[in-house]
């Protein structure tokens, strides 16, 4: 059997896009950092989001239902750092500019890219939960450098103009 200590430590080594992912519902708005998401499919357009279940926000995303997915560009670590703070969820909302599409989850307003959805179904493996989401809206932003999670630190990713 592989230790979680070893299977972590070589998971650091596969880079990974950068993205808060937030609900909203009666109860408040709530986020996390997140590296554990992916594409599942085109038809229909589909995610597969990832949380901890030990998370302060894990019940509120199981109640809400929604979620939107907020891909960041290079400009946003300090954002990551905050969404994976124990700042509370009012706290951790004062950091960038939010909007609505069509679920009600908060969307970053200059964001790469953000990805609105439903939660279709909810699979519980381990420490963690895997959310299949349909995506009900996207909203796209041109930046020229996207932010990934490598060796356990922030990179940069993407075009670079030059001087």
Sequence with gaps: ??????????????????????????????????????SVTDTPPTL????????????HFLKNKILSVNVLGAQHEQLSTVFA?????????????????????????????????????????????IFICPIVAIRQQHHEQGLVYFNRAYHHVGETTLA
Excluded at 10 to 26: D, E
């Design 48 to 59: 597969l989001v990832c949380m901890n279940q030990s998370a302060s926000s894990h019940a």
């Design 85 to 129: 703070s124990k700042l509370s969820p009012e706290e951790r909302f004062q950091y960038g500019e939010w909007i609505e599409l069509e679920t009600g989850s908060p969307v970053l307003n200059d964001a790469l890219v953000s990805f609105d959805c439903e939660i279709e179904q909810i699979q519980q493996v381990g420490t963690h939960t």
């Design 1 to 38: 059997m592989v230790a979680a200590t070893d299977f972590r430590n070589a998971m650091s080594l596969l880079s990974s896009a950068v993205s808060v992912v937030t609900t909203a519902g009666m109860s408040g708005r709530y986020g996390f950092t997140a590296s554990a998401v992916c």
